[in-house]
């Protein structure tokens, strides 16, 4: 009586299972990797842009930004510029351009001019309201406007969109009683918020920006 062999029948399954195991975990594995490491073209895309970022970012400094930076006002032609180079999009110009038509140019403040506004409006506020919130949001704006064609850790600290949204609320909220030059002030501080938000990208692509810039300016 012949007999059958079952363990090595089951041995040749276990083998024939264990192949195909094997090779099902090595394609998800690379299946896996492939969804996960960043391809080569794409770390080539992200330096081209930082690099074409940072090369339109020269550009507004040679043109803009020879002079100190307090001496800086958001014109049409720097607005126009910024819609040229890709920061902002036509609606934005126009918004933008349209702050800054409605005041007169002999009106437009300089960063210096707002930096001044900051500490003597702050200094109105504490009189009436020693804790107001908009206190601490004047003196973060204040630490943008300082850095703003060249952002540092601490103004990048600061979250130019939160900040900018609570004084455009406190101008709506304080429409009536504000004096005419406050509110032109305060308007033109949040335009300038608005805009180094536009200009500050991310603290890593900040730092690669410097670094292109520091290498182009040897």
Do not use: C, H
């Not at 842009?49 to 803009?64: D, G, M, P, V």
């Not at 540092?152 to 009536?176: G, L």
Request: no cysteine; net charge negative; charged share 15%.
């Amino acid at each position: 009586m012949s007999t059958i062999n079952s363990i090595g029948i089951d041995s040749s399954l276990l083998t024939n299972n264990q192949t195909t195991a094997t090779n099902q975990t090595s394609s998800a594995s690379n299946s896996k990797t492939a969804t996960t490491e960043p391809t080569a073209t794409t770390v080539n895309q992200d330096k081209v842009e930082i690099s074409t970022r940072a090369q339109k970012i020269q550009k507004l400094n040679e043109e803009f930004f020879s002079g100190s930076i307090e001496s800086f006002t958001i014109s049409q032609d720097f607005i126009q510029r910024l819609e040229e180079y890709g920061f902002i999009t036509a609606d934005q110009a126009s918004n933008l351009g349209a702050t800054s038509e409605t005041t007169e140019s002999s009106d437009v403040s300089t960063v210096g001019e707002l930096s001044n506004f900051i500490d003597s409006f702050t200094a109105s506020v504490k009189k009436i309201d020693p804790n107001n919130s908009l206190i601490d949001a004047l003196q973060q704006a204040k630490t943008v406007l300082s850095n703003f064609n060249s952002p540092t850790q601490s103004s990048q600290n600061v979250n130019i969109v939160q900040i900018s949204s609570q004084i455009q609320s406190y101008i709506d909220s304080s429409n009536e009683q504000l004096p005419k030059t406050d509110k032109q002030s305060l308007n033109q501080l949040v335009s300038a918020l608005d805009i180094a938000n536009i200009l500050t990208p991310g603290k890593n692509t900040t730092s690669q920006i410097d670094s292109y810039l520091a290498i182009n300016q040897l």
